[in-house]
């Protein structure tokens, strides 16, 4: 789908949210392949925790997937090709039903 996009890890998160639950939808085996560079908005009088944009568009999505017990075939995955996301250890994150449910 190119690597286009340009702006919040939330709205990522929603879009990756809205592509799995059209999977689930399709007969057909899918994948996407997205990429682009997600920014995040923190509030700076407040310690922000530990994490970073792969993480945030994960949870968003996978709070905002139609995920059943029944969709083992759904994995959602984002992560930094630098090898660090934020100021954690991981370089993204994964959800998957069993994740969520």
């Not at 009088?45 to 968003?60: D, P, S, T």
């Not at 630098?82 to 959800?95: H, V």
């Amino acid at each position: 789908m190119g690597s286009s996009f340009d702006g919040e890890s939330k709205k990522f998160g929603f879009l990756l949210a809205r592509l799995a639950n059209e999977i689930k939808t399709s007969s057909k085996s899918s994948v996407f392949i997205l990429g682009g560079e997600k920014t995040i908005k923190l509030n700076r009088r407040r310690k922000n925790g530990v994490g970073g944009r792969n993480q945030e568009a994960i949870l968003v999505a996978a709070l905002n997937s139609n995920f059943s017990k029944d969709d083992d075939d759904v994995t959602i995955v984002s992560m930094g090709t630098d090898g660090i996301d934020g100021n954690s250890k991981a370089a993204g994150a994964f959800a998957t039903p069993k994740t969520v449910i």
